[in-house]
């Protein structure tokens, strides 16, 4: 299949406890999104959106997150993420992701993946792992 750009996509999710800052980092931060699940979310979202157009064996992993917390989103309100695909470059994919939440623009900022072969990373794992065994 081949991956071209202006490919995009969109996740909705209600934000709960779980989701919260607070619960990350065990803080005491108000009940908001918390950054590191806004991110795992803008990276799912592109993930998701090339996935269908690999070819079998392969995968994507995040290699760059330049992401912007735009503001604060409570438990209980509803966002939107969005990753549009803007350059593929060999193996490299470049994507705009945004998010929003009821109210207003939460985020924005660029993410990279690349594109890999799973069995050549899981045997690379495992001669790393056999690295630190000797």
């Known amino acids: 299949m081949t991956i071209e750009v202006g490919l995009t996509n969109e996740l909705n999710l209600t934000v709960q406890e779980s989701d919260t800052a607070a619960s990350m980092t065990g803080g005491e931060l108000p009940p908001v999104l918390g950054t590191p699940r806004l991110i795992q979310l803008l ?21 760059l997150v330049n992401v912007r917390h735009l503001a604060a989103t409570p438990v209980g309100m509803k966002i939107r993420t969005r990753a549009e695909l803007l350059e593929v470059e060999g193996r490299r994919l470049r994507f705009r992701v945004e998010a929003w939440d ?10 990279e993946r690349f594109i890999i072969d799973e069995q050549r990373f899981k045997e690379r794992l495992e001669q790393k792992r056999q690295s630190i065994n000797r």
């Open 102 to 111: 009821e109210v207003e623009k939460i985020a924005e900022g660029e993410h």
């Open 43 to 63: 990276e799912q979202t592109a993930r998701i959106t090339v996935a269908k157009h690999l070819a079998k064996g392969q995968t994507t992993v995040g290699a």
